[in-house]
């Protein structure tokens, strides 16, 4: 046994925390050391006191303002992720230009109901991001048909037929055979041929063209519904960061 007095040694063992060879030089230290026992007792007596002591409750401001900075804490980290989420989506917007749709005066056929080759879809599938009627101007649905990235909606009835076809994108009309129209309001462009008129308009997000014959075109486009507006990306990613905060901060 040296002669170092155990002082950090004291408390551990109080607290038993000592093993047993350590313990032992401690204890035999205390029987020669008396300085060592008065800090010994000092250190018992403190312990006792402080166990001793009734417990106090935290004032409710404390916990109040605890609860306030964490929520505030929360509030800033999702604000920092929903700040970063935007940044990526403006980002990818901006480097993803929209897609122009011309009128689709090349694939439309000479006479209705011809149209080029393209892919039956089946009865009660709808483009995305549009609702083709179950009638148009009294005619019924016969057929949906994907053309490429555009989607041909055909109604016949009599000796009527009607063609309404859709396709995402921005219309742009330069270089085309098409003169300035008015549809029930709409602001598009015409096209004629062999007895039938294409008209052709921006909706939303969706190119709109209706095909038929001039008398056709005015009822049934009078009678056609608007498509639904899909929200752009950033609006979508403007919403999600908003529910985020919300969801972590309960605000």
């Not at 080759?117 to 179950?134: D, I, M, N, S, V």
């Not at 009309?173 to 008015?182: C, E, I, K």
């Not at 939303?204 to 009678?223: K, R, Y």
């Amino acid at each position: 046994m040296t002669d170092r007095h155990p002082d950090e040694d004291l408390s551990a063992l109080l607290d038993g925390e000592l093993d047993p060879p350590g313990e032992s030089q401690v204890r035999a230290h205390l029987a020669g050391c008396s300085a060592c026992r008065e800090e010994l007792e000092r250190l018992e007596r403190a312990r006792d006191a402080l166990r001793l002591l009734a417990p106090v409750d935290p004032p409710p401001e404390i916990v109040d303002r605890f609860w306030a900075r964490i929520r505030r804490f929360l509030r800033i980290v999702a604000g920092a992720a929903a700040l970063g989420g935007i940044a990526v989506v403006v980002v990818l917007w901006a480097a993803s230009p929209e897609r122009a749709v011309h009128p689709p005066v090349d694939e439309v056929g000479a006479h209705l109901p011809a149209f080029p080759a393209g892919k039956p879809l089946p009865a009660g599938r709808t483009p995305e991001g549009w609702a083709a009627p179950a009638g148009l101007d009294g005619m019924p649905l016969v057929s949906i048909r994907a053309v490429g990235a555009m989607t041909a909606a055909t109604y016949a009835g009599g000796t009527g037929t009607l063609m309404l076809l859709e396709e995402p994108g921005v219309l742009e009309d330069d270089d085309y055979p098409v003169v300035p129209a008015t549809l029930d309001g709409r602001q598009g462009v015409a096209y004629s041929r062999a007895g039938d008129e294409e008209f052709t308009w921006q909706s939303g997000p969706m190119v709109m063209t209706l095909v038929g014959t001039p008398g056709e075109l005015v009822p049934a486009g009078a009678a056609l519904p608007s498509p639904p507006q899909s929200r752009s990306l950033l609006a979508r990613a403007r919403s999600l960061c908003r529910e985020l905060v919300e969801d972590l901060t309960g605000a």
